[in-house]
Structures are given as C-alpha cells and as structure tokens.
C-alpha cells in the first residue's frame, strides 16, 4: 500500500518505534515463539504501574475443564463501584497477554476511577475456538457472581472492551450473554474489531500488504483459531454476522481505521447493529492503520479523548 496515505504524524512514530511486524513464518509454523518473546519482554520490562492503582492477579475455574484462567485485575484507589470494565487484549488469537497493555488499563483506572479485569485467555493453536471465548464468559459469570464480594464492585453495570482479536471476544462474549438472558453488559466497545472469517471484505483484498496486519496475518490467525478444517464454515460466535438476535445487544461503539484490512468488518457489523435497532457509534479513523494506539501521535491523543468520553456514558440509558 502507499505508506503516504498514513497520517503524517503517524507514520513518523512508526519509523521511530522498533518493529511491531510479525514473522510471518514463525507466525504459521512456529507461533508459540512470538507467545514465549511476548512474555520474555514484559517479564523484564514492566510497566511501573502508579502507586494509587492497585494491579493483581486472581485464578478462576473453567466451566469446560477446570482450568485456571487468570483475571489481571486493575482498582484506582477511590475507585467508582458502578464503573467496570471486563477487557480482552488483541494479538491475532495466537500471542498477548495482559500485560501488553498495562499503561493503556492504567490510563483508564485512573482517569475515570474504573475497575479493569483484563483476561488472560488461552490461546490458540493450543487452544482453538471456542476455549477462548468460552473462557471469557466464564469470566463475565465470575464477575456477575463474586465481583462484590471479591472486589467490592456493582456487576450491573459492566462495559466490555477488546481490541482486534480481543475485540471479537468481547463481542462473543455479548452475544454468548444475550442468549443466557443475561443483561449485566451495558455496553460494548470494539477497537478495530475482527468480525468473521470470510477474508473477503473489499478493504481485506485491499490491504494484502499494509504494515502491522494484513491479509496474510488474518488468515494465519484463523487458521490457528479455528483450525483447517473449520476454515471455511460460518460458525456462530466465530463469525460475529451469524447471529439471529441482534437487537437483545446493548449499546455498542466501534473504531475502525481506514487503512485496516479489518476495517470494512468493523462496518459491516455496526450495519448489523443498526438495522437491527442497537444504539450504535461508528468511527472510521482517516489516516490510521491497525494498532495505531500503541503509536504516540494526535491521531491516539483523539482517540484517547473518545474513548474516555464513551466507555462509560451508555451505563444508565
């Protein structure tokens, strides 16, 4: 792609930032290598959370098989009980973990006195769909359960966020709630949200070689997710489109970018939402790629000013 369509702004930070891209080899045939550099890194680099906001780790059981699955929980003191947050980081289904965004969470505990449970779920090829999703809605049910004995919160009220693959798990997760009748989610914000496995979508065909995800990326992170006999099936809760009852969804935001092959996903579910009646905001971001908020610019300074503005406005209404 023309890497002059990028925002100007932009585009220098990513010059000046060591490579975020992805071996694409190691990513198809070794990807338990980027998990293991992933978790090298953050071990020796941590981020140094402030003093005030407390960062801990608590295990609950899978429903499947006991498993341990662990809740990396932020709490600012003077914390809002009514204001939280469940998140699910992003990294293709394949690699990340909590950490990789722990002064993006700690910005957001901060600034709007939010309690963060960010899920630390398995990941695939080890674990394929729907281990991942189903370990998120163990965790809603854990936080709609225990969230006020165990961390003094109002699970009524609950804002589910994710980012790429983690934005599909939170929108999983929702739709996995609404068919239990479960009505605790408020909202749900999606970050340059991954909606199906098509791989077909005109901005996908598009972006086959844009910088920090690409087709290629996508379809590596199926493959490993759903694995290659599921690869051309529409499975529900794997592909965000085959869903009957969108209008038992609660109010929903999505960010996409405009030079992301992920973006006309993005639109194509927040049409969904529209015909179907849910309070819906869509914001095509000019100029921005996918992960472009992991890049200092003001491109990221006005999404940041979004997202505080909206994470936790649709609560009451």
Known sequence: MDLNRINKDLRISIAQTPSLEIDENIFMNAPELIQQEKKEFFKNNPFKVPEHITVSDLMINSSQDGYNIRLHIYQPEGFDRDRVLIYFHGGGYVFGLPEQV???????????????????????????FPIPVLD???T?????????????INSENITVFGASAG??????VTQMAADHQIKNIKHQFLLYPVVHNKLNTSSMEEFTDAPLWNKGYAYTAWLHFLGRNNMDKTIKYADLTCYDDFY?????????????PLRDEGIELAQLLYRAGVKTELWVIPGAVHVFD???????????????????????T
């Open 102 to 128: 722990d002064d993006q969470m700690a910005e957001i505990a901060d600034q709007l006195k939010a309690t963060i449970i960010s899920v630390d779920y398995r990941l695939a090829p080890q674990y394929k």
């Open 140 to 152: 809603l049910q854990w936080v709609i359960n225990y969230g006020n004995t165990q961390l003094g």
């Open 294 to 316: 992991l890049f200092t610019s003001p491109v990221n300074d006005d999404y940041k000013e979004f997202l505080m503005k909206r994470l936790f406005r649709y609560q009451y």
């Open 167 to 172: 934005g599909h798990l939170a929108a999983a």
């Open 248 to 260: 038992k969804l609660p109010q929903t935001t999505i960010v996409a970018c405009e030079l992301d």
């Open 136 to 138: 998120g809605f163990d």
